[in-house]
């Protein structure tokens, strides 16, 4: 075997699918309305349904397609012990760890990238959540404090795509203690200066929710996605009453008080570029903006020095 | 009536004997003090050998056993002028979360705990535990009093988990555990907690990103319940006592896995045999672990604090 056919075909053979693929993947079923959406028009949707809207789960590459201008950079992240309690239930998890890998073509549930968002300079961290359900252990914990200090380092904000069934509990209490490790992420990016958004994609639910998810500067979330703490089913058992309709939908949670605004899949990477905008207003820009031409109230009080971001340079 | 959990029926055996003999010998029958202290010695050993032996799950069994000494045994035996706080300021009292100010050893601290109660109408009046947004927002705000004042804090933890709830979910669980966690990651003071029970998930966490944190000998500390897990990984809830041995949840475990810094041993055959001596024994190691932090500034242990959980788990295998 020569390298084209070990290395180049099969790569070939995922960017355009294989001949005996075509037939059923030319087409798509909604999982909402149940409609048949051509997989070329899906794509140009972001895997948003053009008949109702409904937003597809996706994965973490193709977010950061959507998100970043192209020629984003992948980041390598560190090695996290793998399977540190020899965690076992019907299969051991470390043969389910392995086969996710080499499924996803990474080593855990998020990915890290670097580059431009519209021009604005952004590191993004994107949960995969077809990699064991998203789930948190010290893999994805590492990759979450990885990603803070290159936000930090690069001087850019940090933006979070979550899709998440919680913690990995395969890693027992380990998984446990990314909680407050990723809690400690959001502290670095935070204390630096710099934007920390988070964007809640379907689903968020358990310890990442309730860690790092619910402390951003800004909470978005994508229409219809699920977020919450306690699953649905384990809430319907305690308290024995039917759950509200819509209940843990990001609208549910924007009604809620608890997230800043749902926006579409199409609009998000114009929405962060513009909130990026605002919030990182260079100093030196700030400094010489016209003097109003109506007297401002002289109550007014200046901002305080130390509270503006640092400049861009 | 002492409470006996199912893998002590031998012990419950042994003892109701005992007590039928010394009945029969108070009722003016034969003296039979030599048989009883026989059976006495024999049952000794008995509790002995059991609880040398726990098992995972018989540890899950005896972190919850109702007799177990609870968040406020602890505080009304070790906290002097406890004067507990109330509120979250913004919606309720959360009565599963205890906290307030009091002294520990002469020093002026501040207190916090999830307490389950210890009967049917306190462990109704505190949800069994299970707390509520409001509850971690008390937490948060306490956790906020104390480093203003420059008071260490000392947190007893012992819950199954945050209340799974709709109102709950409305009110911001999530954020509400997210914010305690910070809060107590951020504490410009020597915070010792202690896994006195159950320590079950983000709701455990919650009080619990400490300096030092401490586990009694037969309390366990969760991502998920044995339960919850078998029923997830193994489709049925009655592997729980499997889930539990390969969650690693013992003291013993987390120790080894150097997520905890100090096992305190409890009495021979558990806190609830005997709370005054198990209560006293935690004083004792939370004084120890305590006292070295006072000597460190806000800043540092911050920084310490910070290292210490950025470090867990990177070596660790068990
Ligand atoms: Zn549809």
Partial sequence: MNWISEWALPKIKTLFGGPREVPENLWHKCPACEQMIFHRDLERALHVCPHCGHHMRVGARQRMDYTLDPNWQRIELPKAPADPLRFRDQRRYGERLRDAQAKAGQEDAVVVAHGAIEGHRAVVAAFEFSFMGGSMGAGVGEALVTAARLAVLQDSPLIVFTASGGARMQEGAISLMQMPRTVIATRMVKEAGLPFIVVLADPTTGGVTASFAMLGDLQIAEPGALIGFAGARVIEQTVREKLPEGFQRAEYLLEHGILDMVVKRGEMRATLARLIGLLRVPQRESESLPEPEVEAPPALPAPAEAEKPAPVT | ?318
């Fill in chain 2, 1 to 318: 009536m002492r409470h006996f959990l199912d893998f002590e029926k031998p012990l419950a055996e042994l003892e109701g004997k005992i007590e039928e003999l010394r009945r029969t010998t108070d009722a003016g029958g034969i003296d039979v003090a030599e048989e009883v202290g026989r059976l006495r010695d024999k049952a000794q050993s008995l509790l002995r050998a059991t609880y040398a032996r726990l098992s995972p799950w018989q540890k899950t069994l005896v972190a919850r056993h109702p007799d177990r000494p609870k968040c406020l045994d602890y505080i009304r035996a070790l906290i002097e002028d406890w004067t507990p706080l109330a509120g979250d300021r913004a919606f309720a009292d959360d009565a599963a979360v205890v906290g307030g100010l009091g002294r520990f050893r002469g020093r002026a601290v501040a207190v916090l705990g999830t307490e389950k109660g210890s009967d049917t109408e306190s462990r109704v009046l505190h949800n069994f535990g299970m707390a509520r947004p409001e509850g971690y927002r008390k937490a948060r705000r306490i956790i906020e009093l104390a480093g203003r004042f420059g008071l260490p804090i000392l947190s007893f933890v012992d819950t199954a988990g945050a209340f799974p709830g709709i109102e709950a979910e409305a009110r911001g669980q999530a954020e509400a555990i997210a914010r305690s966690i910070e809060a107590c990651l951020e504490a410009p003071v020597p915070f010792v907690a202690t896994i006195i029970g159950e320590g079950g998930s983000g709701g455990a966490i919650a009080l619990a990103a400490a300096d030092r944190i401490l586990m009694l000998e037969h309390s366990i500390y969760s991502v998920i319940s044995p339960e919850g897990c078998a029923s997830i990984l193994w489709r049925d809830a009655a592997q729980a006592p499997t889930a539990a041995e390969a969650l690693k949840l013992t003291a013993e475990d987390l120790r080894r896995l150097n997520l905890v810094d100090t096992v305190v041993p409890e009495p021979m055959g558990g806190a609830q045999r005997d709370p005054e001596a198990a209560i006293a024994a935690v004083g004792q190691q939370v004084w120890a672990c305590l006292e070295p932090l006072l000597a460190l500034d806000g800043a540092t242990l911050r920084a310490r604090r910070r290292e210490k959980f950025l470090e867990m788990g990177r070596n660790s295998v068990v």
